[in-house]
């Protein structure tokens, strides 16, 4: 079977696991520290970077350190994990759905605009895919309204927009460390941003609104990394660009065999990191091909099968059909560095072969989609 992802555990992390169990110091300390430091040089250079221990713990710390909560709106897209929704909702303000482009699948910025309301305070851009989304536009829009901008990279570890890494874009960003993702902790998350007072409140807020020891000066979470967690994402960061060329490599031979109206389209002049190779397939054609790449021995997946104001926990009367229509047709197929040319062709001619064979299909034809 050719699996869909599959976390990259090496030896040095099994050292550097075991001399921190050794250690006794299995808490926050030494470890997280280094860890953010580092992931200020890598991943979002200049930026200050406070660790968590989620994605979604992310999101949420950066809101409240916006001053996010009841009586706010936060656009977000419909069409993203349900915690870019969940982290807005549990600030106590309301998410309001923006579509998205259905040949990007990334936030369509003048849905945004439409969107905008007195109660609007902030703009989650979602990096889909490891797709950058536009975020000079972005900005621009969140200046125009005075808006708080930030960047869910939870998907997006090295992306750029125009040569400018994602993390380093937005007021503030979120990063997640779990264990799908393009580099991992096991569970963890990272908040960047070049604003040191922001950053200070991050902190403060990650460990029970503590200021100094017994000290609380606003109610706060235990959303502390462990230095286990941070053992091993300061391993994977010494892979995560070496990582990222073999995704973009895989990806670039997947463009280079498929029908072109099967990919998802993105700027050439921005860096997309491949979290996910997705294919849009025509309508109806998605769970036959999904059995038929099974039969291959290739796994796939669907991200994601109903958008976020379709969900009981976020129901709305909207239409959005970019969002709706993208929630039928994609599929991502493996695309992680751990895949060999060998799979990858393996991968593509399984695909090519369900496009020959079947008759109902729209796939190779141009129009559709
Ligand atoms: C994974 C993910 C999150 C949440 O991260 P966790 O570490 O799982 O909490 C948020 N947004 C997007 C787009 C994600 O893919």
């Not at 001399?19 to 930026?47: N, W």
């Not at 009586?71 to 870019?84: K, M, Q, R, S, Y």
């Not at 851009?125 to 808006?147: A, E, F």
């Not at 200021?211 to 010494?238: C, D, F, K």
Request: aromatic share 8%; charged share 20%.
């Amino acid at each position: 079977m050719i699996r869909l992802s599959e976390p990259i555990i090496d030896k040095t992390t099994l050292a550097a696991i075991s001399e921190v169990l050794m250690s006794g110091q299995l808490a926050s300390g030494a470890q997280v520290e280094a860890f953010q430091e580092r992931f200020s040089t890598i991943a979002a250079p200049g930026t200050q970077c406070v660790a968590v221990n989620s994605g979604t713990a992310a999101l949420h710390v950066a809101l409240l350190a916006a001053g996010i909560g009841p009586g706010d709106e936060v656009i977000l897209p419909a069409f993203t994990f349900a915690g870019t929704a969940n982290a807005v909702a549990a600030t106590g303000a309301t998410p309001v759905f923006a579509d998205v482009e259905p040949d990007t699948a990334l936030i369509n910025l003048k849905h945004v605009d439409s969107l905008v309301t007195s109660s609007t305070a902030a703009i989650i851009p979602v990096h889909l895919y490891g797709n950058p989304v536009d975020m000079t536009k972005c900005m621009q829009l969140g200046r125009k309204y005075g808006l708080f901008v930030l960047e869910d990279a939870a998907q997006a570890h090295l992306a750029k927009h125009r040569g400018q890494p994602v993390g380093t874009l937005g007021h503030a960003a979120a990063f997640s460390f779990y264990a799908t993702k393009n580099m991992t902790t096991g569970e963890g998350g990272m908040i960047t941003t070049l604003d040191q007072s922001f950053a200070e409140r991050c902190r403060v807020l990650r460990n029970q609104g503590q200021i100094h020891r017994y000290e609380h000066t606003v109610p706060g979470w235990n959303y502390r990394m462990t230095n286990i967690a941070a053992a091993i994402g300061l391993s994977q960061l010494t892979h995560i660009a070496e990582w990222t060329f073999k995704r973009q490599d895989n990806a670039s031979a997947y463009e280079a065999m498929l029908p072109k109206n099967l990919l998802i389209h993105r700027d050439k002049r921005d860096e997309h990191v491949f979290h996910q190779f997705t294919l849009r397939v025509p309508d109806g054609d998605r769970e036959q091909l999904r059995e038929h790449l099974k039969r291959y021995g290739v796994q796939s997946d669907v991200y994601y099968p109903t958008p976020l104001h379709k969900q009981p926990a976020f129901l709305t009367t909207q239409y959005l059909p970019g969002a709706e229509k993208l929630s039928k047709n994609v599929l991502s197929i493996p695309v992680h560095p751990s895949l060999t040319p060998n799979d990858v062709d393996y991968v593509a001619e399984s695909l090519i072969s369900f496009v020959n064979t079947s008759h109902t299909t729209a796939i190779g034809d141009k129009g559709e989609t």
